[in-house]
């Protein structure tokens, strides 16, 4: 059952960015902690698919035995926000990612991995997000992906402004799960991580 005050949100501690999103979520007012084991994410009221490599988090998420309990929490309601190559983890499509690699299949959204281009192309930008009031977040992108379709019950929510990729979707969410192609965890800007805790609590 949900705290409505501070939920319990997990952070999926296998690779990438753990540490970073474990403070904004302790910022924002939430319990969080790391999920390595199933007992661990049995505890959780959300959980947080952090950036980091995909294919490697794809590998370890099978190691370490979490693919069936994560694809029944997320099949059961579980909020779940995915940055980065969580938002890989995320999409029931992948374009350019390895034959092994396989995701949640929670999003309906056909995703290009590594979409902006090498570690050299990485960039920051303004993005307006549907849904945080306080103008556009500064989103940070490192070799990320972008969403190259979405299907039925998929609300975009942010999208490339200026540059070579403005009108590129970076943001989205379907029901209880969201998705960003920039790392939120990266900037001293909360308002992301508050709106998934809000998610949670609802």
């Known amino acids: ?25 302790t910022d924002v007012g939430a319990q969080a902690r790391p999920v390595r084991r199933a007992a661990e994410l049995d505890a959780v009221d959300g959980l947080v698919i952090p950036g980091g490599e995909s294919t490697t988090i794809s590998k370890l998420v099978d190691i370490f035995e979490l693919r069936e309990p994560i694809d029944k929490r997320i099949a059961a309601g579980l909020p779940v926000y995915g940055s980065c190559a969580g938002m890989i983890m995320l999409a029931q499509e992948v374009l350019d990612g390895r034959p092994d690699q396989r995701g949640f299949d929670g999003i309906t959204m056909t995703v290009r991995r590594n979409a902006f281009g090498r570690q050299v192309d990485s960039f920051e930008a303004p993005v307006e997000i549907t849904g945080i009031d306080g103008g556009p977040l500064h989103a940070v992108f490192i070799r990320a992906p972008w969403v190259e379709r979405v299907g039925a019950g998929v609300e975009v929510l942010g999208t490339v ?42």
């Open 161 to 202: 402004t200026e540059g070579p990729a403005a009108g590129r979707v970076v943001a989205v969410r379907q029901g209880n799960l969201l998705a960003t192609s920039f790392h939120p965890e990266l900037t001293r800007d909360l308002r992301l991580h508050r709106y998934f805790v809000d998610l949670v609590r609802t």
């Open 1 to 25: 059952m949900r705290c409505v005050t501070a939920p319990v949100i997990g952070v999926l501690a296998l690779q990438g960015d753990v540490r970073e999103h474990l403070t904004a979520l």
